[in-house]
């Protein structure tokens, strides 16, 4: 028997993934991914796009390139980020990446050695667990509410916490929960790491997907000593397919990065960089992020008033101003998975919200996606989801 | 101060890459890459095939998709490889990577636990050192001659380095050293590790650009214990901006690869593999290699010939044939890095040697590329070297 790595027995495969097989059958409905919708996605332009690069660069869209990414594009991120974020990058300060979940995998060979802490909100996003899981780091998760993490666990736990090396937060619009933190709340958390030597992970795949309420300052706006490593994509802006994300932070940090991307991959592909940087200069990427908010804004108000309408009154759910998801909290008599099981047989999909969490726990809980559905398609899954629900929690009535 | 990995430690910027910036200004004449050469890229059937998928696929070539790799291309993969080097892979043991490079990030999570050995050529492809060396394990290199690996050198070695994990070779055409490995030395090798429980890479980015002589058996066609892993990718055959290469494994063993690969970057670029997959329906690949191997197998005798003829007799040289390199050995009282120092004053440049051997050593030895020059520009640059080379040795005459 060929024998594996230790990291390996630590490694399952994604419940998400698992669920997405069964998924794949049309007849079920299913609010389990994260996919953008498609239908969105600007295929023509993309195909005029792609056509104009490789008219006018030629063989060198094509060739091997630098592992720190196509310049202009880099500097095309640098300008949108302060405009959007308020940020003070420049184009020296972005690492392309294949999506920013590899800005995940490479934090992990920056910082962490085995047995080394992450701190993060409770629940997390799934694939970062996966990701700095090959690591073998401890999960330290900070508790939180409707305004993000609670301040004095943090303080408490950033105090308590031996061998801490990273932050990992989603401070807009949270996969799994769909929550953006208070301004007050930002304030208080820079206040509070600001006093470690620690690197700070904002990963913001959703932060441009804000249907109502006003923009709300990024931590690195705020991040006084540099400590602050922000990721980005266009995974949920533009389109994912492509796998353009990228890394930003201060030159020092992201020399790292730069090394331990050159050894995983040489560099992300040079025709979605050039592409990508074409499409940014062509054509108007705030419009289409209009439509995509106003479609998404739509499906999210369906989602909410169906559950209103259809969910027992002791399910608790978030009502997300942003971002793809909906987080529900059940009775804890009820196990996620169980109800999967049985929705299943009614042809609708959901993520259980116990694999969110990296210690375990809260099997009470799940992930609903509003953005990859037709509004018919949402209101019939969450009726189906209801009558679940019901059921379970009213048994001897049915 | 923010706290990196201890693995950070180790890593340093590769040489090449260093060397890649100075060779930017178009004046100086590189030996220095492994660049293909772009003016054989097909851009204009590229173009033509990314409109087609496109206008086929709609938004689902820009949508997320799954880890393992867009379904028909793994079959296409799978296909080609059993015709072209004798084996015998479905579609499901191919996983697609972002080149090959991606592949060995892969085994080094999927295989090494801090201080295991890797067990390897000498000199060996410099990449690979690095991606492994995130994995920081002991490199025990074995001693090779023209024909590969010396066999009775990689038996005691097989026999008595402890917690031996991986093997990883190039038979074919190897980077550094352009050496093919003599089918009688394949035999002996499968022979020699089909004793112990241990995985052997056979990574064959030149497989197929052969300029001369038969094709020799893969190492996997004879594998009886399903203990090879072949790496592959369309960089030198096609175009290497893409970033597509692959993974092909016994199930059992690509599908840790697979749940690495999710944690990594979820999934190599939807449309980069649509794109190729139509590619090699639309039009003759194999075709296009015969082109380029034309091309390269002139850069290559022209190199050859302008080396017999410029450089002291004293310095011995691979005759490489197939690939993109010739390896230089010089007598043991020179330095390639010094050598290299005043190259680049009369502008050429090349890769001092020092840098293939994971534990040093080996000073006296460069590595010359001829396939991303033109001829005239390769004969201008062996014309410099050679008069470098002949001054370094007999600096009274000058």
């Known amino acids: 028997m060929i024998q594996f790595a230790q990291r390996m027995e630590h490694l399952r495969p994604s419940e998400i993934r698992e669920m997405l097989k069964v998924t794949e059958d049309e007849a079920i409905i299913s609010l389990a991914g994260g996919n953008p919708a498609p239908e969105l996605f600007p ?48 184009a020296r300060n972005i690492l392309i990446t294949n999506g920013s979940q590899q800005g995940l995998d490479l934090s992990g060979k920056v910082f962490l050695n085995e047995g080394d802490a992450v701190l993060c909100e409770k629940p997390m996003y799934l694939a970062a667990i996966n990701a700095f899981r090959v690591f073998r780091p401890r999960f330290v998760e900070v508790p939180t509410d409707s305004e993000g993490m609670i301040t004095a666990e943090l303080e408490r736990l950033l105090a308590t916490t031996d061998r801490l090396k990273l932050v990992y937060v989603v401070p807009d619009f949270q996969n799994p929960t769909g929550i953006s933190w208070s301004a007050e709340r930002r304030r208080q958390f820079m206040d509070a790491v600001s006093r470690y030597d620690i690197a700070v992970i904002e990963d913001n795949p959703y932060g441009e ?28 802006t533009f389109c994912p397919g492509l796998r353009v994300g990228w890394v930003a932070a201060e030159e020092s940090i992201l020399e790292k990065y730069i090394l331990v991307k050159q050894s995983a991959d040489l560099h992300t592909s040079s025709l979605s960089q050039r592409t990508i940087s074409k499409f940014l200069d062509s054509y108007d990427f705030d419009a289409n992020v209009e439509i995509i908010k106003a479609t998404y804004k739509k499906r999210r108000d369906i989602m909410l008033r169906c559950m209103a309408k259809e969910f027992p009154a002791e399910i608790r759910y978030t009502q997300p101003h942003g971002g793809l998801f909906i987080w529900v909290e059940l009775p804890s008599c009820l196990n996620a998975r169980d109800i999967l099981t049985v929705c299943l047989e009614h042809q609708v999909a959901f993520v259980p919200g116990g694999a969110f969490f990296p210690n375990g726990g809260m099997e009470n809980t799940m992930r609903l996606n509003f953005s990859n559905m037709t509004e018919e398609r949402i209101a019939e899954g969450i009726r189906r989801l209801g009558k679940v629900l019901r059921q379970m929690l009213n048994p001897a009535a049915h």
């Open 43 to 90: 295929v023509s332009a993309m195909a005029a796009t792609t056509q104009a690069v490789l008219e006018e660069a030629g063989g060198q869209a094509l060739q091997y390139s630098t592992t720190e990414g196509f310049a202009p594009l880099r500097a095309q991120i640098a300008e949108r980020m302060n405009r959007k974020f308020k940020t003070a990058f420049a």
């Open 209 to 236: 997907l804000r249907y109502e309420g006003e923009l709300l300052p990024s931590l690195k706006s705020m991040d006084r000593k540099g400590q602050v490593i922000c990721f980005g994509t266009f995974s949920k």
